[in-house]
């Protein structure tokens, strides 16, 4: 059985930094794709960034220059660096990854975390 689960999320105000982290747990043979979702009130998950395996990374453009995501492949572990916040950041985080699991047929299966909330104040 395959987990990933967040941590980091809070309350922070206008220019603040947030670090997030995912961690992956359990019989996994490869994870692929790593990344950061968002979703806002009534509004659509968005993709925030995302990091595959080799290392290419893509951002939303709205946290270019502000937000970095990295990975370490043998903590099974992505982060959500995210610096100078904006009140529009605030949403609840999702953590995504692409795992392909000890006895798996497929490349990998979509697993979502919990998500964490992040609030940036005015």
């Known amino acids: 059985q395959v987990q990933v689960a967040e941590s980091g999320g809070g309350l922070v105000q206008t220019g603040g930094s947030l670090r997030l982290s995912c961690a992956a747990s359990?019989?996994?043979?490869?994870?692929?794709?790593m990344g950061w979702y968002r979703q806002a009130p009534g509004t659509q998950r968005e993709l925030v960034a995302d990091?595959?395996?080799?290392?290419?990374?893509s951002y939303t453009e709205s946290v270019k220059g502000r937000f970095t995501i990295s990975r370490d492949n043998a903590k099974n572990t992505v982060y959500l660096q995210m610096n100078r916040l904006k009140p529009e950041d605030s949403a609840v985080y999702y953590c995504?990854?692409?795992?392909?699991?000890?006895?798996?047929?497929?490349?990998?299966?979509?697993?979502w975390g919990q998500g964490t909330q992040v609030t940036v104040s005015p």
């Open positions: 359990g019989d996994i043979f490869r994870i692929n794709t």
């Open positions: 990091i595959l395996r080799n290392g290419v990374i």
């Open positions: 995504n990854a692409n795992i392909k699991a000890y006895g798996d047929y497929g490349e990998g299966y979509e697993y």
